[in-house]
């Protein structure tokens, strides 16, 4: 029986889940159907060589949870890419410190952050998710970690990223550097043959941060979300902003809510403009949803994604908010 304190409260739950939007409509799950068919995209020049290896995997019919790893691992070990793994630019202290994360289509998901001399994080991120009850390692902990899972240790700071450490000491001066000569971070989601979604991020961060800092990629939900029935969402640029907004998480939610890829990128941004100094630093989005659209945007000019569809693997120029 309905007595009339229950009654009450129910009707009160009722106004308040209906005011907050979390009334059983728009509480189910908006599945955006379609011809999910394979697909990858991921941020800056590097991203190139990564779908192409990331294909290799889906062409075969591989996971895209396998291949979205396959992916980011071409420009951890890659020494020319300053921003991500081996060759990383260190904090200003000239230590390499790297953050990663990886999530798949079950939304099990793994990060490490703060993690020393391994080349390959997002693989030790994946050791994580697979092997452990836990999402993220960090630090001593996860090199040890690393270790016992049979990870080599390595020096990741080559002669040329020292050489530019070196430099930035002669004058130390801190200031974000909004297009870091087209890559950065490496955020990656992939589609493969079933339409399953999986997603990578790994960076070796802003380069001269202080010895310890974390930024947004190793966060799920900051640096990348995805959702097998949604879609998925990766971050590059200066963390803090991504993590103080959530941008992936509310780049996916906003597509739960019916958003277009594109719309949900650019509604991202505009909750840091609308809060922060943005003109001062880059961010850049990417996203795709279940039936394979994809959109992106940033605050400045200059960020470029790779996109691998319908038999070609190609770079574009995002828009972006900050014109003129
Ligand atoms: C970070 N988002 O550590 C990363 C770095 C990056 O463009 O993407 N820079 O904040």
Redesign the pocket.
């Known amino acids: 029986m309905i007595n009339r304190r229950n009654f009450i409260l129910g009707s009160a739950l009722t106004s308040l889940t209906t005011f907050l939007g979390l009334n059983r409509a728009t509480a189910k799950r908006v599945v955006v159907s379609g011809d999910a068919r394979p697909m990858v995209i991921s941020?800056w020049n590097h991203g190139l060589p990564a779908n192409a290896a990331v294909w290799n995997v889906i062409e075969s019919g591989g996971k895209a949870i396998d291949a979205v790893e396959t992916g980011v691992n071409v420009p951890e070990a890659d020494p020319e890419s300053n921003?991500v793994g081996y060759g990383g630019y260190p904090d200003r202290d000239g230590k390499v410190t790297l953050?990663a994360c990886i999530m798949d289509e079950t939304g099990n998901c793994g990060s490490v952050s703060f993690l020393q001399h391994i080349k390959h994080p997002i693989s030790v991120a994946r050791k994580v998710m697979e092997d452990t009850p836990h999402v993220m390692l960090s630090g001593e902990g996860a090199l040890e970690f690393a270790l016992q899972k049979g990870f080599k240790k390595e020096n990741l700071l080559t002669d040329k990223s020292r050489a530019a450490w070196k430099k930035w000491l002669e004058k130390s001066e801190y200031k974000p550097i909004i297009?870091?000569e087209n890559h950065?971070?490496i955020?990656l989601l992939a589609i493969d043959q079933k339409g399953d979604i999986s997603g990578a991020c790994t960076?070796?961060?802003?380069s001269w941060?202080l010895h310890g800092?974390?930024?947004?990629?190793p966060i799920i939900g900051a640096?990348m979300y995805t959702d097998n029935e949604v879609g998925g969402a990766v971050?590059?640029?200066?963390?803090?902003a991504?993590m103080k907004t959530l941008g992936t998480f509310l780049i996916v939610e906003l597509m739960r809510g019916g958003k277009s890829p594109q719309e949900a990128c650019e509604e991202a941004v505009g909750r840091i403009a609308a809060k922060q100094d943005y003109k001062s630093f880059?961010i850049?989005y990417l996203a795709i949803n279940k039936s394979g659209q994809h959109g992106a945007f940033s605050i400045h000019k200059g960020f470029n994604y790779a996109l691998h569809k319908d038999g070609e693997n190609k770079m574009y120029d995002s828009s972006y908010l900050v014109k003129g």
């Open positions: 941020t921003s953050d297009n870091r950065d971070t955020g960076t070796s961060g802003l941060k800092r974390v930024g947004d990629s640096g971050a590059t640029g200066m963390g803090e991504v880059q850049g």
